[in-house]
Every structure is written in structure tokens, then in C-alpha cells.
């Protein structure tokens, strides 16, 4: 049984960074993607990076790009998402996603990260 396990979040005050990180067990197949999303308090979970097999393979929300930056290690079937320069806006329940293509079948159980002002 895949699982999906996500740490790193907090408290942090606005400028400050984070690193979240995801680790993939029981994995039997490769995905392609993993990814991170997030859901604030009152809104719908939106897509923020993701990550291909391939080194650069990378994509990112509009609203993150230039501050956060996805890493994985497909080998150790683990991501990570350093967040620079946090802000307020960013305060939501950060989930990690594993799947092939758009389709990410497998979610971890979210860490919340809070970024006061």
C-alpha cells in the first residue's frame, strides 16, 4: 500500500522560509510526478509545484514561482519544497501528491504551515 508522508511544517513570520518534505513508501511503480498542493482555510486545494522523473522537470503555481523550489529524489521516492520569502497568503495545509501525468492518485495526510505578519 503506497503511503504518503509529509513534515516540515509551522509557525513562521512572513519573510521567513520553510522546508517541507515527502516521503513515498510502499511504492511497487514509478510515477512520474510528484507534487505538492495546498488548501487554505475556505478554499479549494490548488496545485503550487511538481516535480517529473527528470532533473528540471519542474513546473510552478504563478503565485510561488521565484520563491519556492521543488526537489525529489526519484531513487529514495521522496520530494521536498523549500519556501523562501513566505507570506500570509501562503498559510494553508500543504499536501503531497504522487501520479502519472495530471492524474496524481496517491495523497499524503497534509502539514499545515501558518505564516503570521
Known amino acids: 500500500q503506497v503511503q504518503l508522508a509529509e513534515s516540515g511544517g509551522g509557525l513562521v513570520q512572513a519573510g521567513d522560509s520553510l522546508r517541507l518534505s515527502c516521503v513515498a513508501s510502499?511504492?511497487?511503480?514509478?510515477?512520474?510526478?510528484m507534487a505538492w498542493f495546498r488548501q487554505a482555510p475556505g478554499k479549494e486545494r490548488e496545485f503550487v509545484a511538481r516535480?517529473?522523473?527528470?532533473?528540471?522537470?519542474?513546473g510552478y503555481s504563478g503565485l510561488v514561482k521565484g520563491r519556492f523550489t521543488i526537489s525529489r529524489d526519484v531513487e529514495k521516492h521522496t520530494v521536498h519544497l523549500l519556501m523562501n520569502s513566505l507570506k500570509p497568503e501562503d498559510t494553508a495545509v500543504y499536501y503531497c501528491?504522487?501520479?502519472?501525468?495530471?492524474?496524481?492518485?496517491?495523497w499524503g495526510q497534509g502539514t499545515q504551515v501558518t505564516v503570521s505578519s
Open positions: 501528491a504522487m501520479g502519472n501525468g495530471a492524474r496524481y492518485t496517491y
Open positions: 510502499g511504492v511497487l511503480a514509478s510515477f512520474s510526478n
Open positions: 516535480s517529473g522523473r527528470r532533473s528540471g522537470d519542474t
